[in-house]
């Protein structure tokens, strides 16, 4: 319900850009520094790989991906929930559902592809060249995204990308990704948190 809501907010936030007929600015500039994230911690999401290490029952230990339903199936423990779930809480689960059939059962699960939770991953659309949504990492920074996402089409009008924070109800800030992509603008650099949106419009020039 909450990712629907967000997918609201960017439709309306594109709809919006659309209306207007040059690049200026109608939303405040993004802070260079976004709120800090003290507890943040991985959670594992659909399509992650998972390296189950099940110690001293090699046969029980397997590389597995978790499915799009967000549950995975390890030997003698099946249709657990994944998603959601920090390693090491997934870790627990497993050893609780091994403990019906191996005495203290001690399970490491490490995450060896990352996708992450659909609310944290970060979504680029519009006119970029490759729109996408990455996986959240710590110290992530719009230039980060954008070389992910291959950078500015010819029609893109970067000055009047916004940036949708979910993690601040949806707020709205204005980023200047053609002064950071083309002109080498550092200072146009921000740092990007768990959830944001960022809408790249079409220019009309």
Not at 118 to 138: C, D, K, M, W
Request: net charge neutral.
């Amino acid at each position: 319900m909450a990712f629907l809501t967000v997918l609201r907010r960017m439709a309306i936030t594109l709809a919006a850009i659309s209306l207007a007929a040059c690049g200026t600015a109608r939303y405040p500039a993004a802070p260079a520094q976004a709120a800090a994230i003290s507890d943040h911690v991985y959670k594992i999401g659909p399509m992650d790989a998972l390296n189950v290490v099940v110690w001293r029952n090699p046969e029980l230990s397997t590389t597995v991906t978790v499915r799009p339903d967000g549950r995975l199936s390890l030997p003698l423990a099946e249709d657990l929930v994944a998603a959601g779930r920090t390693p090491s809480e997934l870790a627990r689960d497993i050893e609780k559902s091994l403990a019906k059939y191996v005495r203290d059962p001690v399970v490491t699960v490490v995450v060896s592809g990352f996708q992450g939770t659909y609310s944290e991953q970060i979504r680029i659309v519009g006119e970029a060249t490759r729109p996408q949504a990455v996986p959240y990492r710590q110290n992530m920074t719009l230039l980060d995204v954008m070389i992910q996402a291959g950078g500015l089409t010819d029609y893109a009008d970067g000055n009047a990308a916004v940036l949708v924070r979910g993690s601040d109800s949806g707020k709205q800030f204005s980023v200047r990704l053609k002064d950071l992509l083309k002109r080498g603008d550092i200072s146009a650099n921000v740092e990007v948190r768990p959830g944001d949106i960022i809408i790249v419009p079409q220019s009309w020039f």
